[in-house]
């Protein structure tokens, strides 16, 4: 199980990181949307259907690497009061009842949005601009997503299970760290080499 779990973090981190140069991308292509829209008076009709595109893209793609690091809201007022293993029991009932149907719902209707989108001549293309963006390849997005959400699930239903046999959560490499948390730190940092 703990292969299983090192094996899906690893692929979640991988896809949400590649996917999230997209923030790079989209910063650049408004930045010169900006540029030639108010400079130069002659706006790109592509820019507002490429965005959304990406922004959709990243968001989609982000879910699974988001679940791994436990990174999803969480209304937890009660939840954080419970002993991990009344927290790993609870997590495992809406993972199987909640989770996996409404992921299992979004890689079916998601497979067949896509075929629809790619049965097209040519592929099916945005009708919100006059540029015609293809987002046939998009669509295909959804049904990725959910693979590896469903992939990145089953990884939390093993922390699940090792948690209720443990009494502890096994947690994921943290390789992103709260500002908040980060600025603390440095204060307290600051606070102690002010005052030995």
Not at 78 to 84: A, D, I
Not at 144 to 172: D, S, T
Request: hydrophobic share 50%; net charge neutral; glycine share 8%.
């Amino acid at each position: 199980m703990v292969r299983f779990i090192d094996f899906a973090d690893k692929l979640s981190g991988f896809f949400g990181k590649a996917f999230a140069w997209l923030i790079v991308m989209m910063t650049l292509g408004m930045s010169y949307e900006v540029f030639v829209r108010y400079l130069l008076n002659s706006p790109t009709p592509w820019a507002l259907d490429v965005s959304f595109i990406m922004y959709g893209t990243l968001f989609m793609m982000g879910g699974a690497y988001t679940l791994s690091r436990g990174g999803h809201v969480r209304g937890d007022f009660l939840y954080r009061l419970w002993k991990p293993r009344t927290q790993a029991r609870v997590d495992l009932v809406l993972y199987i009842f909640f989770f996996f149907p409404g992921i299992t719902a979004l890689v079916l209707s998601g497979w067949k949005y896509s075929a629809r989108s790619w049965s097209y001549p040519g592929g099916e293309v945005s009708i919100n601009s006059p540029a015609g963006i293809p987002i046939y390849q998009f669509k295909s997005i959804m049904v990725l997503a959910g693979a590896l959400l469903f992939i990145q699930g089953m990884a939390q239903v093993c922390r699940c299970i090792l948690c209720i046999r443990e009494g502890y959560w096994r947690q994921a490499a943290e390789d992103v760290e709260e500002t908040e948390d980060l600025l603390i730190k440095q204060a307290n940092i600051a606070e102690s080499d002010a005052h030995p």
